[in-house]
């Protein structure tokens, strides 16, 4: 089934295997192994999920623009090979960085990265820290790319009042007749509605910058090096567009500091570890502290609440509306997948953050 895609791309030797590869919500994704004259290289074959990112053409423009600015800046720092350190695309047959099939689908490939360990949650502080030093490092590396470069292609991401409208509108619909079932989390969400435009307002007032960020810097989007722990790169390049740091900062906490993960089958294990924040701030201070104005160092912590609700509340919308965005494994996984975000909010505010 994949061949005709990938006998369109410019790949080395003859197809060994091909499987599905990883643990990602939105797009699907395969590696591939190929034989070239007795070397096996690997590469990762995606499908961009269109009805996610309704303009896969704007997302491989974004794509492209940070992937060649990342090995631009790490050519000029001295690193030989970028494609081994960082996402790097494969060019098509028609010289472009991508393939359209004939039902007009998105196709794209990477060179793998063989040194690479992609851990869904947080071992420990070390890793912790990494993860942090790792989106530090990514913010640096984009610090010096203008941000209208970039196409804005999820309008509306991390523009958490909007998904709060959104889960007005699933409530009062009740589409797939779920309402009865997640009541205690829609009365939670009621009570914490001023969390809403905590960030948004930040960004609108231009009391911190607009930047380059990622938008998803979750725990497996950092990629570490499998021998020595050290941060490599980050991954999953399609959310990179115009925003502030707080939007990645908050996210990547609520990702970390969370040892049972976003999919945790026991709510009560679910928690908000102060050691794991505490290395993970660490890390990315170290690395973008250079560049971050005071005003912006200043209200990182709160982001963490921030992005923790919004997630929920993008997953208990989705669950009412029947799993439209979110890829689910049996039902009620969207519902359960709220309840672990609202647990892990309930946590930060009894630690005080």
């Known amino acids: 089934m994949l061949e005709p ?9 003859s197809l060994n295997k091909a499987g ?42 974004n794509v ?22 960082t996402p790097a695309l494969v060019r098509a047959r028609d010289h472009r960085l991508f393939h ?24 420990d502080n070390a890793h912790a820290y990494e993860v942090g030093r790792g989106l530090g490092r990514f913010h640096v590396l984009v610090s010096d790319l203008a941000p209208n470069r970039l196409n804005d292609t999820l309008p509306g991401f991390h523009h958490t009042p909007t998904y709060l409208a959104e889960l007005d509108k699933a409530v009062r619909q009740d589409a797939q007749g779920r309402l009865a079932e997640a009541k205690i989390e829609v009365a939670f969400v009621r009570e914490r509605r001023e969390l809403a435009p905590l960030l948004t307002d930040l960004m609108a007032s231009g009391r911190v910058p607009v930047r380059v960020v990622h938008n998803d810097p979750k725990v497996n989007n950092v990629m570490v090096h499998a021998a020595t722990g050290k941060a490599l790169c980050m991954l999953d390049l399609d959310t990179v567009k115009p925003g502030i740091v707080h939007f990645d900062f908050g996210d990547c906490v609520r990702s970390a500091a969370n040892p049972a993960g976003e999919d945790a089958p026991d709510l009560d294990r679910v928690a908000f570890d102060r050691s794991l924040y505490a290395a993970l701030s660490r890390g ?12 912006e160092a200043e209200l990182l912590p709160a982001s963490a609440k921030v992005i923790t609700f919004e997630l ?30 609202f647990r892990l909010l309930e946590r930060m505010e009894v630690a005080g953050l």
């Open 5 to 13: 895609i990938l006998s369109q791309f410019n790949l080395p030797g």
């Open 20 to 61: 599905r590869f990883g643990s990602g919500l939105i797009n699907e994704t395969w590696l591939c192994e190929f034989n070239d004259r007795g070397t096996i290289r690997k590469f990762i074959l995606q499908h961009i999920n269109n009805n996610v990112f309704v303009r896969p053409d704007l997302v491989m423009e």
């Open 64 to 85: 492209e623009v940070v992937t060649e600015h990342l090995q631009a800046r790490l050519r000029r720092e001295g690193v030989s090979d970028p494609a081994a350190v």
């Open 100 to 123: 359209v099939d004939g039902a007009g689908e998105y196709w794209r490939m990477f060179h793998f990265i063989e040194e690479g360990l992609v851990l869904d949650t947080v071992r």
């Open 284 to 295: 990315y201070l170290d690395e973008a502290g250079s560049f971050l104005t005071p005003a």
């Open 312 to 341: 929920g509340i993008r997953f208990l919308a989705d669950h009412l509306r029947g799993d439209t965005y979110f890829r689910v494994s049996r039902p009620g996984h969207n519902l359960h997948r709220s309840r672990v975000q």
